[in-house]
């Protein structure tokens, strides 16, 4: 385990163009596309990262042949059409959402006798709404501790078709995962989201992935989708930057002031978090988007109140930036994000009392009020995002330090070297 990492405050406003590495949520839906598809497909701009090397080695746990180009982004994948050459595996998944999530769905629809485990968090993390909906569909799966998290054993002659119900309000990769599965089955697959749906941009993601790949989705009113028995074709397909972990750098230029410009990143984007810049704005930001590029300006001025259920990987950038701000800045709607790597509204408000702030907790977000800050070492959960935005109060807050740092590599190993790379001497 690393030392806690000591951040370097800007040395004055930025004036920067970055770009991060590619969207972990597109190269990881990109990558079992490619496992399912007919025959040979190439991915370039792939992100190099914990979580798409786990779904990278399930891959090639269950038979397919893959050649990755780590340092390149490049990976070519020979898909199965629809089928898994190893119909029995145990696959291990970290902590890594997608991979178990949609891995889950797509061995069900499949067919086979599979058990899928991860690390201590990931046997915190729900996913009987899944598990429930896999069984509606003919396809036995079960938690193997009891607990509704994993691990789970699936147990599964395919999917023959037919209607599934499943909650939106925990988590959209359950939907994104049933979606990315159902076009292997035998007849039309019709899904229905009961209560609200969190990240609607996700799955709006995962239809235009699909989409690329040759695979349509009819989205009916009163959140219905239903899917046909298709093939995904195989395809020569390109990741855009991650507009999560751009938003790190827009946060950057609205604490420190001066601008960022993050090019291949823009209003055509299919990430729904590119709108964070949007809440930015709100707080006093230039904001320019172009189709090729995003450009922000800052410093950010006052605090604003916003629901971010769309948007919610993006909870923590915005709450670092509403330490330097005037006024309250009020986060709503984001309840599901208390299930994700760490509580992120508990552990969040936790850390940012620590530094001076007055946070205000509730089930579904928090109130954020400025106050004197002072030096700290942040604690991390071993959560990739609240190491990566809790960092960015250290640019103009002196004495922050970062404890286990290394959890960055869930999405973005070089993080801190490139937000080193904007700021000093900037």
């Known amino acids: 385990m690393l030392h806690p990492l000591p951040i370097t405050p800007a040395a004055r406003a930025l004036a920067s163009t970055i770009t991060p590495p590619g969207s972990k949520s597109l190269s990881n839906r990109a990558f079992l596309a490619a496992a399912l598809a007919d025959a040979e497909?190439?991915?370039?701009?792939?992100?190099?990262?914990?979580?798409?090397?786990l779904m990278g080695q399930a891959l090639k746990t269950l038979g397919l042949k893959l050649e990755l180009d780590w340092e390149r982004g490049q990976?070519?994948?020979?898909?199965?059409?629809?089928?898994?050459?190893?119909?029995?595996?145990?696959?291990y998944?970290?902590?890594?959402?997608?991979?178990?999530?949609?891995?889950?769905?797509?061995?069900?629809?499949?067919?086979?006798?599979?058990?899928?485990?991860?690390?201590?968090?990931?046997?915190?993390?729900p996913i009987a709404d899944l598990l429930d909906a896999l069984g509606q569909l003919g396809s036995p799966a079960h938690p193997l501790l009891g607990t509704n998290c994993p691990p789970i054993a699936i147990d599964s002659a395919g999917w023959p078709g037919g209607s599934v119900t499943v909650r939106g309000d925990k988590s959209s990769q359950f939907l994104s995962g049933l979606l990315m599965a159902a076009p292997l089955a035998r007849s039309p697959v019709t899904i229905q989201v009961a209560g609200p749906l969190v990240s609607l941009p996700y799955?709006?993601?995962?239809?235009?992935v699909m989409s690329h790949f040759g695979v349509r989705v009819d989205s009916l009113p009163g959140q219905v989708f239903v899917v046909q028995p298709q093939t995904y074709r195989s395809t020569h397909y390109q990741i855009e930057p991650d507009a999560s972990a751009a938003s790190y750098f827009f946060g950057a230029a609205?604490?420190?002031?001066g601008t960022v410009m993050v090019p291949g990143l823009g209003s055509h984007s299919l990430q729904g978090d590119i709108r964070f810049v949007e809440l930015l704005a709100q707080m006093g930001c230039e904001v320019e988007f172009?189709?090729?590029?995003?450009?922000?300006?800052?410093?950010?001025?006052?605090?604003?109140?916003?629901?971010?259920?769309?948007?919610?990987d993006t909870v923590q950038t915005l709450a670092a930036v509403a330490l330097f701000v005037e006024g309250p800045?009020?986060?709503?709607?984001?309840?599901?994000?208390?299930?994700?790597?760490?509580?992120?509204?508990?552990?969040?408000?936790?850390?940012?009392?620590?530094v001076g702030a007055t946070v205000e907790e509730f089930a579904d977000g928090l109130q954020i009020t400025p106050g004197p800050l002072r030096p700290t070492v942040f604690q991390t959960y071993e959560d990739h995002r609240m190491a990566m935005s809790l960092a960015l109060?250290?640019?103009?807050?002196?004495?922050?330090?970062?404890?286990?740092?290394?959890?960055?590599?869930?999405?973005y190993p070089r993080y801190f070297d490139d937000l080193c790379r904007i700021t000093v001497g900037s």
């Not at 497909?41 to 190099?48: N, P």
């Not at 609205?254 to 002031?257: K, R, V």
């Not at 109060?393 to 999405?411: E, R, W, Y």
């Open 93 to 125: 998944c970290g902590n890594s959402g997608t991979t178990i999530r949609f891995l889950a769905a797509a061995l069900a629809a499949a067919g086979g006798q599979y058990e899928l485990d991860g690390n201590s968090r990931m046997r915190q993390r």
């Open 393 to 411: 109060v250290g640019l103009k807050q002196p004495g922050i330090s970062i404890a286990q740092p290394d959890c960055v590599s869930k999405t």
């Open 254 to 257: 609205a604490i420190c002031g």
């Open 41 to 53: 497909s190439r991915l370039a701009g792939l992100l190099d990262c914990e979580d798409t090397r």
């Open 203 to 208: 799955v709006e993601m995962t239809c235009q």
């Open 75 to 91: 990976a070519s994948v020979t898909g199965g059409g629809g089928q898994f050459p190893n119909q029995t595996a145990q696959l």
């Open 290 to 312: 172009t189709p090729e590029c995003t450009t922000v300006t800052g410093p950010a001025r006052r605090g604003i109140a916003c629901t971010m259920t769309d948007i919610s």
């Open 329 to 354: 800045t009020s986060i709503r709607g984001v309840a599901h994000i208390r299930h994700k790597e760490s509580d992120r509204i508990g552990d969040l408000a936790r850390e940012l009392r620590r």
